[in-house]
């Protein structure tokens, strides 16, 4: 009985809010048509890439062996030259498109003429992008510990970002 009530609490859900997510998905394909927003399949993960930053002075005492899992978008110009392996080529592609739900659902494409995206260029660009966004302010902590990349079945690379607060 009670998983009947569950289940028809959730088909009634689903009725109200599927086609609000449908508007919401054609309101961001009108805002960016040429990104793609990541539907529940991204395609095939081809690989994850982890972003860590040296912790200095009091840091290094809290994170263990002093590396922070994660670098904050919003303050990454501190955080650059703590970067770990920042030169490595992370993306060998020159067209990304970037997927994120925090700090708002976004897509975007990031385009370069160079032979991909090192670690450093990513975070640059990246902080470029979401810092445009209309919910990010100031004060906005923007964490961005790894990022999975996705190939669609039609080859377009997506880069899903894990953020959080």
Avoid: C
């Avoid at 088909?11 to 809010?17: F, P, Q, S, V």
């Avoid at 599927?18 to 960016?32: E, F, L, N």
């Avoid at 003429?113 to 302010?137: C, H, T, Y």
């Amino acid at each position: 009985m009670k998983s009947k009530i569950i289940a028809g609490a959730v088909l009634a859900l689903l009725a109200t809010t599927v086609p609000a997510m449908a508007q919401h998905r054609k309101i961001a394909m009108a805002a960016h048509p040429s990104a793609t927003v990541l539907t529940a399949d991204p395609g095939d993960l081809l690989s994850t890439i982890e972003f860590q930053v040296q912790a200095e002075g009091d840091e290094a005492k809290v994170f263990a062996k002093g590396i922070i899992p994660w670098v904050n978008l919003a303050q990454a110009a501190s955080d650059l030259h703590k970067l770990l392996n920042a030169g490595e080529i992370v993306l060998p592609y020159t067209s990304v498109t970037v997927v994120t739900t925090f700090p708002q659902a976004a897509s975007f494409v990031l385009k370069t003429s160079a032979a991909g995206f090192s670690r450093v260029d990513l975070i640059r660009a990246l902080r470029e992008n979401i810092n445009k966004l209309p919910s990010v302010q100031a004060d906005t902590s923007l964490n961005l510990s790894m990022a999975d990349v996705y190939e669609t079945e039609s080859g377009q690379i997506i880069l899903k970002l894990e953020v959080a607060s």
